[in-house]
Each structure stands twice: as structure tokens, then as C-alpha cells.
């Protein structure tokens, strides 16, 4: 039997049982759906925190605290433990690592400090970096230059929107522009006799960063040497973090592919490291297994129409014994005959595997519309504005339509395999002799 005569004839067997193929079919529907539905539930659940998270840092990034930071948590680091100092020669050591740019101090200011521009005032994250190493972190300037030198700053996007008038006066053209501008920084000390002891620098604003959605917008980067006298100030020790150790330092790994691996060797060598690209794989492990679950639930549904499937050529087996019977008689093999079952099986389980898809997702679609336009109106009343209240939590990728039709074939195939073998072990003179 050609491929042409098998579908000609599996074609005319399925529509002799329409009503019943059609309700076999709803079975294989209904959990197909279920699969699209839930698998793009928590695929958009995915997709909502991980573009909500992407604000945390870029990606190439990585944190790094000496090996004693772990121990202040009762934790006993890997590898150089306490000796694994963050000091010049730890940097320039890690700076050599593999696919690492650069690696600099992250130290910062001490008594966070009053910023004045004008009758202005407020504060910011003042940091300070190696002037040499910042441009090795790509920062997209909005203006200005990244060059720091001696009490020059670089500036976060969104620094001007912490500046407030003492006087609650509001200002008419909005945030100030504070490239080239000069910031009064004000630190507050307590002196030996207890009373507060001032000092004020002036910073000049050498660049401004473009807005990034990140801890950089409201973040100013100063020199390292200007942040660490003025944090010897404020302390009033003479402490040389150069030999000692610097409590934090950032690494610039050439790309995201690498941060893991130069995480690893960290981790090994004692240090405490971590990075938002560490923290993004952890959540995808989470919602990968979210997502085997939901679809597990909704496979159960698929399983459940499976019997479906195979009471259905059951039922059919002993109403076409004799035309069994007549098939064997006239040549067909069983080979045959296991093929006529094993594709009328498969074709119940691709209808409703198609359905299921067109179902589910425009089920998913519905579900989508309702529960987003509710919560961004719940965004709109929490003071969002209507522009960026857009919220979706249904996302259907492209490989799930493709897995979902396949896998209720597969269904079909393994639901026919019994009804097919009780068919080709019938006796064809038994068969045709039923009534």
C-alpha cells in the first residue's frame, strides 16, 4: 500500500466516525491548550522580571569583595580566604585574568555628603574608580568626557532629579543640566570636642551619562585618590587601602558570555563575587523548572486524552472486523493494517494538537488582555505613567506551537500502538466471519 492509497483511505475511515473523531479530538484540545496557556504563562512571567531586573547592572559586570567579607557572615570562603586582599596587587592579579578589561576599586564616599549647586541641595552615590580603568566600563556619555582628573566628577543620568530647593520653591525649566556645572560637596565630621567640623570641595562636572535604568543614573564617579583623601578625612585615619585592601572592587569583563567563568575562578581564589548576569541564569533555572511544571500540569490533560484516543480505535477495531478481515484477505499485510491504525491515531492527535494551538493561544490572548489592561490600571492609580502602564504576561515562544503539535502526535502514535497490534493479530477468516 502507497502513501496516497493510506491517506485516501485513512481520510474516508475518519470521516465515517466524524461525531466520534470530533470528540476524541476536543480531548487533545483541551490539554494541548493547556499546555500553551500555562508553558506562556510562565514564559511571560520570564520576560516581565528578567526586563524588570535588566536595571539591575550590565551584564558584564562583577562585583568582587575580599575573602574576609564572608567571613564577617560566619561563611568560610573558598581558596585564599582572608588573604585574598583587594588590594594593588590582588587588582592588578585579577586584571590578568581571562577576558577580564579591567579591574578597578569601587570605594565609596564615607558620610555620603551634602551636593549644593546653587540654592539646590540633595545627594547622590559618590564613588570612587581608577581614572584609568573607566573607560574600559563603556559608559554611553550623554555629554562631556569620562576623563577624571583631580576633583572632577562624572555624572548619572538622573543625579540632577535628586536636587531639591531647601525652600520647597519648584523650578520652572525642570531638572538642571549639570555638564560643566560646579558642585559644592559638603562633609559633616564630629571634631574632639564634639562639635561638627565641615569641609567643602568643589567638583566639576566633566561628563553626564545617558540614562540607563541602573544604579549609574543616580551614581557620581569621582577619582579614587580624591574619594580616598577625603574619606581619611572623615575618618580621621591614616589608612592606606592601597597595602590594606579595598572593601569592593568591580570587574569589566570583555562580554557576557564570560562573566560566569571569571566568576568561577573568583570564587575560587577566595574572593566573594557576584554579577547580574549570575543572578539572571539563577532566574531563568527558576522559571525553566516553573515552566516544566505548568506544562507537566497541562500535559496530564494530553495523557488523559490518549485513552481517549485509543478507546476510540478500539471501538472502531470491532466495528470494521470484517473489512480487517477483507483487507488480509485480499493481500494486505499486517504491516498494512498496523499502518491504517497508527496514522488514523496520529491524524486524532494532529487535529487536535493544531486546535489546542489556535485555542490556547488565542486563550492566552484573552487572558492577556483582561489581566493586563487591569494591572496597568492598577500602575496608572500607583502614579506610573499611561505610556509605560503597558503590561503583558502572556508570551507563547516560538518553539512551544511547534513542541505542542508534536507532542499530541506522539500522543496519537504511542494511543494507536495497542488498537493497531490487536488489529493485525486478527485471523482473517475469524474476521470475516464476525457479525
Not at 491548550?33 to 551584564?59: H, K, M, N, P, Y
Not at 496514522?343 to 492566552?364: K, P
Request: charged letters at 15%; glycine letters at 12%.
Amino acid at each position: 500500500m502507497n502513501t496516497r492509497d493510506l491517506l485516501h483511505l485513512v481520510w474516508s475511515n475518519l470521516r465515517r466516525m466524524k461525531a466520534r473523531v470530533a470528540m476524541t479530538a476536543i480531548g487533545v484540545v483541551i490539554g494541548t491548550a493547556a499546555v500553551v496557556v500555562l508553558v506562556s504563562l510562565a514564559a511571560g512571567l520570564q520576560r516581565s522580571v528578567t526586563e524588570d531586573l535588566g536595571g539591575i547592572g550590565d551584564l558584564t559586570r562583577i562585583t568582587v569583595f575580599p575573602g574576609a567579607f564572608l567571613r564577617s557572615f560566619g561563611a568560610a570562603p573558598e581558596g585564599g580566604g582572608d588573604e585574598a586582599l583587594l588590594n594593588d596587587r590582588g587588582l592588578d592579579e585579577l586584571a590578568k585574568l581571562p577576558g577580564v578589561v579591567a579591574a578597578t576599586p569601587w570605594e565609596s564616599l564615607m558620610g555620603g555628603g551634602m551636593l549644593r549647586l546653587n540654592r539646590l541641595t540633595g545627594g547622590a552615590q559618590i564613588t570612587g574608580v581608577d581614572p584609568t580603568a573607566i573607560k574600559a566600563f563603556r559608559l554611553a556619555l550623554a555629554s562631556g568626557t569620562d576623563r577624571l582628573g583631580r576633583w572632577q566628577v562624572v555624572a548619572g543620568a538622573r543625579v540632577a532629579d535628586g536636587l531639591f530647593d531647601p525652600q520647597g520653591r519648584m523650578q520652572d525649566d525642570g531638572a538642571p543640566d549639570l555638564q560643566g556645572q560646579s558642585l559644592q560637596l559638603t562633609l559633616t565630621q564630629m571634631g574632639d570636642d564634639g562639635q561638627p567640623v565641615e569641609r567643602t570641595v568643589r567638583l566639576r562636572v566633566a561628563g553626564v551619562l545617558e540614562e540607563t535604568g541602573g544604579q549609574d543614573d543616580y551614581s557620581l564617579y569621582m577619582a579614587l585618590q580624591d574619594v580616598v583623601e577625603l574619606n581619611r578625612w572623615y575618618s580621621g585615619s591614616s589608612y592606606n587601602p592601597a597595602r590594606e585592601g579595598y572593601n569592593q572592587a568591580v570587574i569589566q569583563v570583555e562580554s557576557a558570555d564570560q562573566v560566569l567563568d571569571v566568576e568561577s575562578e573568583l570564587l575560587s581564589q577566595g574572593y566573594y563575587a557576584y554579577s547580574p548576569r549570575s543572578t539572571l541564569q539563577q532566574l531563568n533555572i527558576v522559571f525553566l523548572v516553573i515552566q516544566g511544571i505548568f506544562g507537566g500540569i497541562g500535559a496530564i490533560a494530553l495523557v488523559v486524552s490518549a485513552f481517549g484516543i485509543a478507546n476510540t480505535m478500539m471501538m472502531s477495531i470491532y466495528e470494521r472486523t470484517r473489512e480487517i478481515g477483507l483487507m488480509k484477505a485480499v493481500g494486505a499485510t499486517n504491516r498494512d493494517v498496523m499502518s491504517v491504525f497508527l496514522t488514523e491515531a496520529t491524524c486524532i492527535g494532529l487535529i487536535g494538537g493544531i486546535g489546542g494551538v489556535l485555542a490556547g493561544v488565542g486563550f492566552g490572548a484573552l487572558i492577556d488582555l483582561v489581566a493586563g489592561t487591569y494591572l496597568a490600571a492598577q500602575a496608572v492609580q500607583g502614579g506610573a505613567s499611561a505610556a509605560n502602564a503597558t503590561i503583558s504576561i502572556i508570551h507563547t515562544p516560538i518553539w512551544l506551537p511547534i513542541f505542542a503539535v508534536a507532542f499530541s502526535a506522539v500522543v496519537g502514535i504511542v494511543s494507536g500502538v495497542y488498537p493497531a497490534l490487536r488489529a493485525t493479530s486478527l485471523n482473517p477468516i475469524a474476521a470475516l466471519k464476525y457479525e
